[in-house]
């Protein structure tokens, strides 16, 4: 970033380039990182979180590559078949290789489970930031809002709006969106509150800085990182919210072979081949347990640390 | 001030080390400190922030948090005990009936959810040998009421049955001495008292400390980061710097002629109408990272008298001036410190 | 470094003109409000008050004594409830939108806490060019990163830190050089040596002094430590819950102080060079809450001269000396004592032999 001044004659003149840290301080800052890095992964939760966290996102990127068969393959000659050589893990009712409809259902899931918390996050914080630095009615409403949608059951709200707007990964997303929003919005408009408080705000409005100027630059960036933690923590719930939509018909529509679906179809055939259903299952559940040991451990890393700014002078 | 005739020495530090843990380092607070308080006098203990003051104040009676560690020395209470050596239940017994500390902060020292005058009695109740009776607690909380007059507030039996945060700041820093003094101790530790505190209502707890210590023949040791504190109130000051004593002597003497240059530079660097329009000394630089070894005089990169001895010897501690003892390579004589232009103390 | 400031005998405009400023602030919600007698804190309770260019005018008190908030209230960053702010002659006590943005340019605020008034998750960079930013300054009427940090004697590489990799001392200069980044007019400094060691106290107020002598920005200072106050200022304002007691040029507040407060707080100050000095209190007592305050004079529970007429009528400021101001019914009688008669007994009452 090159920058320009009047040096003292008036004249412009470039001023060299803003000098890069002091290594000192970078080597402090890399050292915080990597501590918390390796707090994480100290804990055996956070190990085995990470883990497998890290596992089932590279089988959901890489799961087209890996999949032995296209998951929508269907082969009437062998139907509901128990592990073999050919299909590791068995084939459903159509013949479809369970294995590969597995891992398309891991990138199902992931997708869905992040872009919906992802999205309740962003429109969560927007709710939350408006209402509580604007307050008066702008406020009033918001809050009413979220009590509103979150006096319903979470189920029952998803059930009633995919019924009404068709199931279809969008409106999946969606709705799994509108259910985990309040969440955000308050959780935000608390720390928006707390934090208008604080001297800097003040400050800066004594500098002249508008409103908007004030929210998207000095607090939003100071609230942002408990809600990436919420995110963390909600992705679990994320990933079993669309499998049980999917289970009940009303997530991804067939053939996506969401592990919901996978479960549903299965359950026909379960005294016969229970192999489907035993397969999603512990499929689900590693997913959602290492989704929910990562995000512990990070928030307990993270979250004493947010607030303990350490002054580097020795 | 009249000058204390130096009697038995109440507290005799010597030599004492401090370390801190922090992330798998250790850093060496306190090298090897020697101070003596003695009997009857009140001592400034002054430093700015990073000096070792407050350690040097916790550390006797082993009140340090937990990453820290006495690693060498021993303090000698009374010329018969030494407080780094004896066990729990002994400095139990100290804390408290020999040695009492005041803090900074009287909101935090006080207990919010219980009254003044229990907590009063609490602190005699819990030196007390035997069982405590009734009849005891009544005493002490008649004992309480008695403090709390001496140290002047108005009204003490309403103040006993009042909460920390009814009484206002002032208050509480008084009550807190009260608590102090009520196990008669020999010795006070003041930890910043007044710094939290607004300069008129300084005034006052300072005549207070004063009145209290020529009261009982009372031993202080005030701590402070404010110089013009000491010099209202102490008889000797103690001048500390990157962990080290740099110059200890008499009041007076050092206020009016300092000889270490630290000092020196503390002295000017305090603004005043005098020095209107004229710009204040500041000490430029910063207070040596404590971590690794530092050779030399730890003041010398700052100090305006630097030589190239400074840099590489540490200085002996020598007597010098009026009554002073300073740590510094200019006032000792068997240096090799160049001595030509040297300014007259 | 030039010789001393002698108070300009030419008449300077006035800059900042506070005129019966009133804040309080009301207990409880909304709906309270409304219903019952108005209980709360009169921060400020009726404060006149002149800075003209160029000037530097500290305001002295106490905690509770409300000088912060009338500071804030000057600039507008909390609600005036009563009064009226005039800068360079323009009324801004109701101004909003873009008319108060610009006198922002003009009037500044250097804050108590360093580092919580920096925003944390911004870069100094960053903070020292958001003034321009938010005023649209065209790029060459600023001053670069680098200018500013050498404005306030900092090293260039701080300017990739954050906040909380600064000092308190550094915090408080890039606080500095943000408030002067657009050649303010005016600076409010609101504790500028707050919590600093002796050294770096000294740094700072060298600062301000050669900042004032070269651009000639109006400063005030707001402290509870006279000493800083007699080293800057040209006039002093002395405040006791949220009143002012007494103001004039400095020389006169130190040589010949009115009021038996000013008295007070200057004997109080622990000097250094008079170690035969037992500065005993001159004033007993603390400081009543805010939100009781005493009837009549606000000071008369711990005035050694207070009489009658003390406890029950206000006294209002008026000029005993040529430009030197006294809110006291006694000033006469303060003024020919030489000496402050020891305090009234508040609080000693007697001692158990």
Known sequence: MALVGTGGSGDPVVVAEVVPVDSEVLRARGARARGAVIAVLKTPGGLIGTIIVAGLVIIAIFGPEIAPYPFGQINVNAPLQGPTLHHLLGTDQLGRDLLSRLIYGTRIALEVAVTAVGAALVAGLALGLLGGYLGGIVDEVVVLLMDTFQSFPAIVLALALLTVLGPSLRNLISVIAVTFSPNYARTSRALVLTVKQNQYVVAERALGAGRLRIMVRHIVPNIVAPLFILMAMDIPSAIAAEAGLSFLGLGVPPPNPSWGSILSDGFNSIYQAPWAVLFASLALAFATVGFLMFGEALRDVLDPRLRGVSRWRA | MASVTPGDVALEIEDLAVEYRSRGSHVRVLPGVDLSLNRGEILGLVGESGSGKSTLALAILRLLPANGRIVGGQITLGGETDLTAISEESLRRVRGQKIAMVFQDPLTSLNPVFRIGSQMVDVQAAHCDHRVRRTDRSEYLARAVSLLRQVGLPDPEQIVRAFPHQLSGGMRQRVVIAMALSLEPELLIADEPTSALDVTLEAQILTLLREIQADRDLSILFVTHDLSVVAQICHRVVVMYAGQVVEQGEVADVFKSPQHPYTEALLAAVPSRTQRGR???????????????????????????????????????????????????MRDPSSSFDRKPVPAP | MSESQQTPTRRRRTLLEIEDLNVFFPDGG???????????????????????????????????????????????????????????????TRLRGSGLRRTRRHAVMIFQDPHSSLSPRMKVSSLLMEP???????????????????????????????????????????????????????????????????????????????????????????????NVV???????????????????????????????????????????????????????????????????CHFHPRCPFAAEVCRTVEPVLEEARPAQWVACHRWRDVAATPQLPDARPVHTAARSA
Do not use: W
């Open chain 2, 279 to 329: 710009a204040l000394a500041s000490i430029p630089g910063q207070v040596p990272s404590l971590l690794g070894e530092l050779a030399g005089c730890r003041f010398a990169s700052r100090c305006r008298y630097q030589q190239e001895i400074c840099h590489s010897d540490a200085p002996r501690v020598v007597n010098s001036g009026a009554s002073q003892a300073v740590r510094c390579h």
């Open chain 3, 30 to 92: 909304k709906v309270a409000r409304l219903i019952g007698p108005r209980q709360g804190v009169r921060a400020v309770d009726g404060v006149s008050l002149e800075v003209d260019e160029s000037e530097v005018v500290g305001i002295v008190g106490e905690s509770g004594s409300g000088k912060t908030t009338l500071a804030l209230a000057a600039l507008r960053l909390t609600r005036a409830t009563r009064g009226r702010i005039r800068f360079a002659g323009a009324d801004i």
């Open chain 3, 132 to 226: 321009y930013h938010i005023h649209d300054v065209p790029r060459g009427e600023r001053y670069s990163v680098a200018e500013l940090l050498r404005m306030v004697e900092l090293p260039e590489r701080l300017a990739n830190r954050y906040p909380h990799e600064l000092s308190g001392g550094q915090a408080r200069r890039v606080g500095i050089a943000r408030a002067l980044a657009l050649r303010p007019r005016l600076i409010v400094a609101d504790e500028p040596t707050a919590g600093l060691d002796v050294s770096a106290a000294g740094a700072i107020l060298n600062l301000l002094q050669s900042l004032r002598e070269e651009y000639g920005t109006a400063y005030v200072i707001i402290t509870h430590a006279l």
């Open chain 3, 230 to 296: 007699g080293y800057l200022a040209d006039r002093i304002a002395v405040m006791y819950l949220g009143r002012v007691v007494e103001q004039g040029p400095a020389e006169s507040i130190y040589d010949a102080p009115l009021h038996p407060y000013t008295r007070a707080l200057i004997a109080a100050i622990p000097e250094m060079d008079s170690r035969a000095t037992n500065a005993t209190a001159l004033v007993s007592g603390e400081i009543p809450s805010p939100r009781n305050p005493p009837p009549g």
